[in-house]
């Protein structure tokens, strides 16, 4: 009876004072822009790296699925040794930009974070632990319900603090900017308008928010934050207030005379450029606006005026080589209901439509994006200086054997995975990139002695 007494009590005491709480005041201001912005993204891009090799990987969403699915493609890329020109090198520290959503988010991170050390801990930190039932088991916990009930803090926001505790130990995009570290693009998807939101400087700087203070744990909860299961990440804009304006290229897409991607892209972000408008954003899974992770590649080109500004923008004004990796975690597990006459369940009904709607979506990003890179690589190529590009898809469908195929397509997106299935979607993932054609491609021309990047590189 005391118990349930001091229960009481305790909810009482928060639903009085919920209306003026405030549990998630960490949005910092930013003072004034960095003259210097775009020269240190373009650093942080060539690194200690190739400038002749540009390596871009994406990670889909999925839960645990796609945090396991990304690093055993990581661990596989790390295993895979090519010839530059200061020697033989592992391929995981040629990644120049690794970007993400959702569950691939998870692995994104923390590698840009602590680097090959994600090769000894992140099993037993993150994918072979039982998240989904440590963070009911906080929901459910009394002494976070005075939060709870506060209209500022929800469930991603208690979900944040778990990852800082178990993996991210507080850490902020600062601690990203290591000189041997890929650039880490987290993608969000703004609940208001849908558009992909993702957390990069030039992002923060239109809302003239610091994102160097700002912690990697709720950018991560922000892209993983499935609507209705968890609640939005809130950020607050302070745009205005460090001097920020909008771009060139801007104010020429809104007078384009049709409707190109270039001035919706436009009209989307004009309006982060006035606090009035646009006072909060509310962030939940990237997944809903781009689940594979890739248009933030498409964007980029395609809003920086084609392919040898960005190139040069990225510090790679001499590339000789594109790899694009894309890991996808969709699967396709198997319908029982659909074998019958009864109606489906409304959980089958809203999971067989957001899988059809994501599937279709990303089925259109990697046509896009795998046919706007080959145009822009033969724009930019000529016969004195060559550029090539490989396109890897690294996904379930390439999976040879139908036994292990159907054994992941059945593994759920939950963040409780066993360690049978979280060492099964592993071992996949390297396999599947490693018999990839398009991967065996690109080894061939970066292995000692042989033409291309192995015999030309310039690092």
């Given at each position: 009876?005391?118990?349930?007494?001091?229960?009481?009590?305790?909810?009482?005491?928060?639903?009085?004072?919920?209306?003026?709480?405030?549990?998630?005041?960490?949005?910092?201001?930013?003072?004034?822009?960095?003259?210097?912005?775009?020269?240190?993204?373009?650093?942080?891009?060539?690194?200690?790296?190739?400038?002749?090799?540009?390596?871009?990987?994406?990670?889909?969403?999925?839960?645990?699925?796609?945090?396991?699915?990304?690093?055993?493609?990581?661990?596989?890329?790390?295993?895979?040794?090519?010839?530059?020109?200061?020697?033989?090198?592992?391929?995981?520290?040629?990644?120049?930009?690794?970007?993400?959503?959702?569950?691939?988010?998870?692995?994104?991170?923390?590698?840009?974070?602590?680097?090959?050390?994600?090769?000894?801990?992140?099993?037993?930190?993150?994918?072979?632990?039982?998240?989904?039932?440590?963070?009911?088991?906080?929901?459910?916990?009394?002494?976070?319900?005075?939060?709870?009930?506060?209209?500022?803090?929800?469930?991603?926001?208690?979900?944040?603090?778990?990852?800082?505790?178990?993996?991210?130990?507080?850490?902020?995009?600062?601690?990203?900017?290591?000189?041997?570290?890929?650039?880490?693009i987290i993608n969000s998807t703004d609940l208001t308008t849908g558009v992909r939101f993702a957390f990069t400087r030039g992002m923060f700087d239109i809302i003239c928010a610091d994102l160097d203070q700002y912690?990697?744990?709720?950018?991560?909860?922000?892209?993983?934050?499935?609507?209705?299961?968890?609640?939005?990440?809130?950020?607050?804009?302070?745009?205005?207030?460090?001097?920020?304006?909008?771009?060139?290229?801007?104010?020429?897409?809104?007078?384009?005379?049709?409707?190109?991607?270039?001035?919706?892209?436009?009209?989307?972000?004009?309006?982060?450029?006035?606090?009035?408008?646009?006072?909060?954003?509310?962030?939940?899974?990237?997944?809903?606006?781009?689940?594979?992770?890739?248009?933030?590649?498409?964007?980029?080109?395609?809003?920086?005026?084609?392919?040898?500004?960005?190139?040069?923008?990225?510090?790679?004004?001499?590339?000789?080589?594109?790899?694009?990796?894309?890991?996808?975690?969709?699967?396709?597990?198997?319908?029982?209901?659909?074998?019958?006459?009864?109606?489906?369940?409304l959980a089958n009904v809203i999971g067989s439509i957001s899988s059809t709607q994501i599937d279709r979506y990303s089925a259109d990003t990697l046509d896009i994006v795998h046919y706007a890179y080959k145009k822009?690589?033969?724009?930019?190529?000529?016969?004195?200086?060559?550029?090539?590009?490989?396109?890897?898809?690294?996904?379930?469908?390439?999976?040879?054997?139908?036994?292990?195929?159907?054994?992941?397509?059945?593994?759920?997106?939950?963040?409780?995975?066993?360690?049978?299935?979280?060492?099964?979607?592993?071992?996949?993932?390297?396999?599947?990139?490693?018999?990839?054609?398009?991967?065996?491609?690109?080894?061939?021309?970066?292995?000692?002695?042989?033409?291309?990047?192995?015999?030309?590189?310039?690092?």
């Amino acid at each position: 009876m005391r118990n349930i007494h001091f229960v009481l009590c305790l909810a009482y005491f928060a639903m009085t004072i919920s209306g003026c709480a405030n549990f998630t005041a960490v949005d910092k201001p930013l003072a004034s822009l960095a003259p210097d912005d775009a020269s240190r993204i373009g650093r942080q891009m060539a690194g200690n790296r190739s400038g002749k090799l540009l390596v871009l990987v994406a990670f889909s969403g999925g839960g645990t699925r796609a945090a396991s699915f990304a690093y055993g493609a990581l661990k596989a890329l790390a295993a895979t040794k090519i010839t530059t020109k200061k020697g033989e090198r592992s391929l995981v520290h040629e990644i120049d930009v690794i970007s993400s959503v959702s569950g691939g988010s998870f692995t994104s991170a923390y590698y840009g974070l602590r680097g090959d050390q994600i090769f000894n801990d992140f099993e037993d930190r993150f994918l072979k632990k039982n998240v989904e039932g440590a963070l009911i088991a906080r929901v459910f916990n009394p002494i976070n319900w005075i939060q709870l009930l506060s209209s500022s803090y929800g469930k991603s926001d208690l979900a944040a603090e778990y990852y800082d505790k178990i993996i991210f130990d507080k850490a902020t995009f600062s601690d990203l900017n290591r000189p041997d570290a890929p650039l880490v693009i987290i993608n969000s998807t703004d609940l208001t308008t849908g558009v992909r939101f993702a957390f990069t400087r030039g992002m923060f700087d239109i809302i003239c928010a610091d994102l160097d203070q700002y912690p990697l744990s709720r950018a991560v909860a922000a892209s993983s934050a499935v609507p209705v299961v968890f609640s939005p990440i809130t950020i607050k804009s302070y745009a205005g207030s460090c001097g920020s304006k909008p771009p060139p290229w801007l104010e020429a897409a809104k007078k384009d005379p049709e409707s190109t991607f270039r001035k919706l892209e436009a009209g989307s972000l004009e309006e982060y450029f006035d606090k009035n408008k646009r006072p909060w954003m509310h962030l939940v899974d990237g997944g809903i606006s781009d689940n594979l992770g890739l248009r933030t590649y498409y964007n980029t080109v395609s809003l920086m005026g084609g392919p040898q500004n960005a190139f040069e923008a990225f510090d790679h004004p001499d590339l000789e080589q594109i790899l694009i990796i894309s890991v996808n975690a969709h699967a396709r597990p198997k319908a029982d209901w659909a074998l019958g006459r009864n109606m489906p369940s409304l959980a089958n009904v809203i999971g067989s439509i957001s899988s059809t709607q994501i599937d279709r979506y990303s089925a259109d990003t990697l046509d896009i994006v795998h046919y706007a890179y080959k145009k822009w690589t033969e724009q930019v190529s000529t016969p004195e200086h060559p550029l090539t590009l490989n396109f890897v898809e690294v996904n379930f469908e390439s999976v040879k054997d139908d036994a292990e195929r159907e054994f992941l397509n059945n593994i759920g997106t939950s963040f409780d995975l066993k360690d049978e299935e979280v060492d099964h979607l592993i071992s996949a993932a390297g396999k599947v990139l490693q018999e990839s054609p398009e991967f065996q491609a690109f080894l061939n021309r970066n292995r000692g002695g042989e033409s291309g990047t192995g015999s030309n590189q310039d690092k």
